[in-house]
């Protein structure tokens, strides 16, 4: 069998400025009558994003409480090879192997969505959700526990996706890779520093125990990320297992900031403000940038650090405010600043594929900073325009609906939401026969007629939301198109956020731009 198109991994976007037409404007400033007419079911929605990563988990499934009954046990004996236990953990997207940069960051997502909406989550939702968080960091801390060493991967890319065949039936090469003092990586130390610290505020007040462990865990991982500078990608070993899937195209700086930042935030300490302060210049706290995902983590810093601002505490953290304000300034096309590029049909695009990852971390940012400025009676001044939080309340709220089915192709881009969904994801446990109905193995190339099928997917992978349509709002549904329709932990793990935040406030008032 040839081999399968690797789900070679969304390249960092550069963003095209662009003038937005008016009817761009228009759709952006007031909901459609059909759209306002029907509403969505967000609790429903909600409820199935959550319930994606159970079908996502890697280990042993738990007895009681796997609801994505038709998975079964998988990679039970990670770490082996290497004499630790590697155990648990997530399937990043549609292929069997744990990376974990992205898996850290879907981690500190799912972790932040809690803190600022959990809230808003009926109790067995949050319960849910803090579920999703500590299966991430269950096994985040096994890649910690070892002196000198984090582990940082677990299966050998290119055997993998050189297969399609169930994660049960894996019979590739379970490589483990890690990094040291010899082969620093604190791009992936400062994310998983990030997850641990956000997440303890998750189980702060229910599991203080756990809290406190993943708190401390934080602050080793940060300390390995600070002490050993360099970007894991930059080793030939770690290249070679990482790339091209999660290289780190933007450098391990904004990491560093990144892990301070939530350590800050979890510890009130004044260690990290004091690194965030002096080290800001030095790991590219002014850099410009409209992009937040699992590579580039400045907007994401600019926001959470400028908390403090806005909230009159830290004076001196005026800058991530300001910084704050500009990237937040891309996103109104009534903005006299250069734009990011939205869709005829209003959807945020970016080039490189798997577009829905900008679409819900851009979504959570405008959520999170909207409800930061509301704290504080201020708005955000983008030159010849004033904006404030209702205006990011309804661009977020645009784009949620754009997911669940207001769109030119009328349809959900979250699998089991609505009446039409896409049916051919790209996700090896998905388009094979479930192990429970099906336990007879399924070799490496014997899954090859099932990716080539165009019969819907056999089991039907609830709230995976996928990568989406192009840039002409235009989406196939054809499994061999990873680009478009490939889910992914760190697309659900921010609306995971903005679908609680819509659940608290279903019906968000109309924003308006001042000039």
Not at 115 to 126: L, Q, S
Not at 152 to 163: A, F, S
Not at 185 to 211: H, I, K, W
Request: charged share 20%; proline share 6%; hydrophobic share 35%.
């Amino acid at each position: 069998m040839a081999l399968l198109s690797a789900p070679v991994r969304r390249r960092r976007s550069r963003v095209r400025v662009l003038l937005v037409c008016c009817c761009l404007l228009l759709a952006l400033a007031a909901p459609s009558a059909a759209a306002a007419a029907a509403g969505h079911d967000y609790g429903d929605a909600l409820a199935k994003s959550i319930l994606f990563f159970e079908g996502q988990r890697s280990g042993r499934l738990p007895a009681a409480g796997q609801r994505a009954a038709w998975r079964g046990d998988s990679a039970v004996s990670d770490g082996g090879a290497a004499g630790v236990d590697l155990e648990g953990g997530y399937y990043d997207a549609g292929d069997n192997v744990k990376f974990g940069f992205p898996m850290a960051f879907t981690a500190t997502m799912l972790a932040w969505g809690v803190v600022e909406f959990g809230d808003a989550m009926p109790p067995a939702e949050r319960a849910h959700a803090a579920d999703a968080v500590r299966w991430a960091t269950d096994y985040l801390l096994k890649t910690i526990s070892h002196p000198g060493v984090i582990f940082i991967q677990v299966g050998d890319p290119t055997k993998d996706h050189g297969c399609w065949e169930r994660p049960e039936d894996m019979d590739t090469a379970r490589t483990v890779y890690n990094i040291s003092a010899a082969r620093p990586g604190s791009d992936v130390a400062g994310e998983t520093a990030a997850a641990l610290a956000a997440a303890s505020m998750v189980f702060r007040d229910d599991d203080p125990a756990y809290a406190a462990r993943l708190l401390a865990g934080a602050r080793s991982a940060f300390e390995f990320a600070d002490e050993h500078k360099g970007a894991y990608s930059d080793d030939p070993e770690l290249r070679a297992g990482g790339c091209p899937f999660y290289c780190d195209f933007d450098g391990y700086q904004d990491e560093l900031l990144w892990g301070a930042a939530w350590l800050r935030r979890a510890s009130k300490e004044g260690t990290y403000l004091d690194y965030i302060q002096n080290n800001g210049k030095t790991l590219g706290a002014e850099d410009s940038t409209n992009e937040f995902g699992w590579d580039n983590k400045h907007a994401g810093i600019n926001v959470l650090v400028s908390k403090e601002f806005i909230d009159g505490e830290v004076l001196s953290l005026q800058s991530y405010k300001e910084f704050a304000d500009g990237f937040i300034c891309t996103l109104i096309p009534e903005s006299s600043s250069p734009h990011i590029t939205y869709t005829p049909g209003g959807m945020i695009y970016k080039p490189g594929g798997s577009n829905m990852q900008h679409v819900t971390s851009i979504s959570f940012l405008l959520l999170t900073y909207a409800k930061y400025l509301s704290n504080s009676s201020r708005t955000v001044n983008c030159g010849n325009v004033s904006v404030g939080p209702a205006t990011l309340q309804q661009l977020a709220r645009k784009q949620a609906d754009y997911i669940l089915g207001d769109n030119p192709m009328k349809m959900s881009y979250m699998v089991g939401y609505g009446d039409r969904y896409p049916q051919r994801i790209h996700h090896r446990g998905s388009s094979l026969p479930s192990i429970k109905s099906h336990p007879q193995r399924i070799a490496c190339n014997d899954g090859t007629p099932y990716y080539n099928s165009s019969s819907p997917n056999p089991n039907p992978l609830i709230g995976a939301v996928v990568g989406g349509p192009g840039e002409d709002d235009v989406y196939e549904d054809d499994r061999a198109d990873f680009r478009k329709s490939e889910p992914t932990t760190y697309i659900n793990a921010p609306l995971v956020g903005v679908l609680a935040y819509l659940v608290g406030n279903p019906d968000p008032g109309q924003g308006h731009v001042r000039h």
